[in-house]
């Protein structure tokens, strides 16, 4: 997962019309073309693309164009269960199609204690803004941290890899594939480079 400093920043009068939809309507305003809501979605992809990066929050590989990379926004708390919170900011983030699809995220209710304000509700998932990720989910350690394999060392933590399914074969094989790729020859001793290389190329036979 992705430490984030903060989220897309949202005009006022904006935000302030978006407020003034009823609660049960804004799952359904979502998808329309007021333009309230296409100016708000336009900032929290334009400015969340920028803030993470271009990387998806849960996962941390690079957002993509199509296939399973492809960018989507994000509710952390889903808006088909918590419609409140559908106009919030800073419960959106940028996150690949994987991640956000069926077969992991979806509708998974993330709020373990309801509030009647957002920031105050306590959450099942690390969230990306309020939590330290690094004391909930971690890489394995070795020698020079390579963000491969990883790991909930928290109630919390464990919550969030199991159920966003972020030690799944397949992504650790894609950050496999991210750190060679990007570190091969230069910052990984030779060693862990073979090593990885040969991992890859067992993980592509069983695969």
Not at 97 to 102: A, K, S
Not at 171 to 197: C, N, Q, W
Request: charged letters at 30%; glycine letters at 6%; hydrophobic letters at 35%.
């Amino acid at each position: 997962m992705i430490n984030l400093p903060r989220c897309a920043a949202i005009d006022p009068g904006v935000q302030k019309k978006l407020d003034a939809i009823k609660v049960e309507l804004r799952p359904k305003r979502w998808y329309g073309k007021a333009k309230a809501v296409t100016t708000f979605k336009g900032e929290v992809l334009t400015q969340g693309r920028l803030i993470q990066r271009e990387r998806c929050a849960w996962c941390t590989l690079p957002l993509g164009a199509e296939g399973r990379r492809t960018i989507h926004r994000d509710h952390i708390a889903p808006s088909s269960i918590y419609p409140q919170w559908t106009f919030v900011a800073k419960n959106l983030v940028i996150s690949c199609e994987y991640c956000n699809g069926l077969a992991v995220k979806s509708d998974i209710d993330t709020i373990k204690e309801l509030k009647d304000t957002y920031d105050d509700c306590e959450f099942h998932i690390v969230h990306p803004y309020d939590d330290e990720i690094e004391l909930h989910i971690q890489f394995d350690s070795d020698q020079d941290q390579l963000p491969v394999v990883i790991k909930g060392v928290s109630a919390k933590g464990r919550w969030t890899v199991k159920n966003m399914k972020l030690d799944d074969v397949g992504l650790t094989r894609e950050r496999a594939k991210e750190v060679f790729y990007e570190r091969r020859g230069s910052m990984l001793p030779a060693p862990e480079e073979d090593l990885i290389e040969r991992a890859l190329d067992a993980m592509n036979i069983a695969g």
